[in-house]
């Protein structure tokens, strides 16, 4: 049985769609579609860039369930399963588009898909979002894939979110089959005046999956602006984003805001929020950093929980690759590890970016200590620049596993300085350096294998 909610057919606004507590629909392979307002519904943009953004609110503010105030779709305690159909809800709102809570679920299975669009923040000042998701579940189970995209479209105060996924929320793909990808896009508001105005927050004890063979995960969050840690993608405090089992990839990219202080980050791993593949399945993690002090593309951070940050895992052998102008991997305090035995490669983003090795000049920062302590040993080599890297400079540090230093740009050099050893036991690897120009190794320096 098909089934529909159609709020503010009118047009005029102000027509919000509610499921209280004890709620359901169940339709046995019907469609279930929550929409408002006059306009013909059509394939809604990703909000991925400005142009797609403003194309995106366009497209809610004539089809989304819509709220003068609060929350333009409500799910409280409900439960809706459509078993088979394809679940469609779009949601526009001064606070919430839609707001998913109180151990609701969304589910369908067998060809079923679901797609969430929210819109929020369009007159409101703090903690609104686009799609807001508490202690619930949204799954497919069958090969569907799971589409949320939310925007804020500007909330002025602080805590205005694109996606906001909370306190033990499950987002996934859990069918037995090699299909069913998660889509998830977010971006904050730019209206924001105060901090963590956030593209997409995975926060406390949150997941984000995929258990078919083959299913992938694409997460891409955009900062707005305001003062502070307006943060493109963070999954914090032992929340994660997983591939189980699968043999797809994760790819996650994220796009710091505008800060007028400090922490507009691209991508963040924050108290023991980690991005991991359980097998085969590859980890791309792209960041850029926004404006502000501090504004690192791929960043790990810590306050007080003692939760260790992963990215991959024991069992993960597929490869690693962070891609960023900055990093900071070892924060104030904490630690992030990352894990494979597949490759680890870091590259910059941006075309003849230097890097510099162990306090060696360069844009791109890497520590002694990330050799030693963040970079598990065990990966099949590890992959420092490609061929549009700029000049590396290395000063003396120890390495684990096979590793490549590679200067790739026009006239691109390598210089290495101190003593760079590869360790002890097994640690031992082998050193490959390769540059466009000129290759130099400093008076006294050497490399060596103690």
């Not at 807001?132 to 589409?147: A, K, L, P, Q, R």
């Amino acid at each position: 049985m098909n089934t529909t909610l159609w709020s503010d057919s009118d047009g005029v606004g102000g027509g919000a769609i509610t499921l209280n507590t004890g709620s359901s629909i169940t339709t046995n392979g019907g469609n279930v579609l929550f929409r408002g307002g006059t306009g013909t519904l059509s394939t809604v943009p990703n909000p991925i860039d400005v142009a797609s953004k403003n194309s995106f609110i366009s497209a809610l503010s004539n089809t989304g369930a819509s709220a003068v105030s609060g929350h333009g779709i409500s799910l409280i305690g409900t439960t809706i399963d459509a078993g088979g159909g394809n679940i469609e809800m779009c949601g526009a709102a001064d606070f919430v588009g839609i707001d998913v809570v109180s151990s609701s679920s969304i589910k369908t299975s067998g060809t079923g898909s679901i797609a969430l669009y929210g819109l929020g923040g369009l007159n409101a000042v703090d903690n609104t979002s686009g799609i807001h998701t508490d202690s619930s579940t949204i799954e497919t189970t069958g090969t569907g894939n799971v589409t949320l995209y939310g925007v804020d479209k500007q909330a002025t105060g602080a805590g205005d979110h694109g996606l906001l996924l909370d306190h033990s929320s499950a987002i996934g793909t859990h069918g037995i089959g090699t299909t069913g990808n998660v889509y998830l896009t977010g971006y904050g508001s730019t209206s924001g005046s105060a901090a963590n105005n956030e593209g997409v927050v995975i926060n406390d004890h949150s997941i984000v999956n995929t258990t078919t063979t083959a299913g992938s995960i694409f997460v891409t969050g955009n900062g707005g602006t305001g003062t502070s840690y307006n943060v493109g993608v963070n999954v914090r405090y032992l929340s994660g984003i997983n591939l189980n089992n699968s043999s797809g990839s994760m790819n996650v990219t994220g796009i710091g805001g505008s800060c007028s202080v400090t922490g507009c980050w691209g991508v963040l791993a924050e108290d023991g929020g980690s991005y991991q593949s359980l097998g085969t399945g590859s980890i791309n993690l792209m960041g850029t950093g926004g404006t502000g002090t501090n504004n690192y593309g791929i960043k790990h951070s810590y306050e007080n929980t003692g939760n260790t940050s992963t990215i991959g895992s024991a069992t993960m052998s597929g490869a690693i690759t962070l891609t960023a102008d900055t990093m900071d991997l070892v924060g104030t305090s904490g630690l992030l590890t990352l894990q494979s035995s597949g490759a680890l490669n870091v590259y910059p983003q941006t075309s003849n970016t230097t890097i510099g090795v162990a306090g060696g000049a360069g844009t791109l920062q890497l520590l002694s200590s990330n050799f030693t302590t963040n970079f598990v040993d065990g990966f099949s080599g590890i992959n420092i620049g490609n061929a549009t890297t700029g000049a590396i400079t290395a000063n003396g540090f120890t390495f684990s596993d096979n590793l490549i230093l590679w200067a790739g740009a026009v006239n691109a050099s390598v210089s290495l300085n101190g003593v760079i050893t590869d360790g002890t036991g097994s640690s031992l690897g082998s050193l490959t350096v390769k540059a466009a120009g000129d290759i130099k190794i400093g008076s006294g320096s050497s490399i060596r294998r103690d």
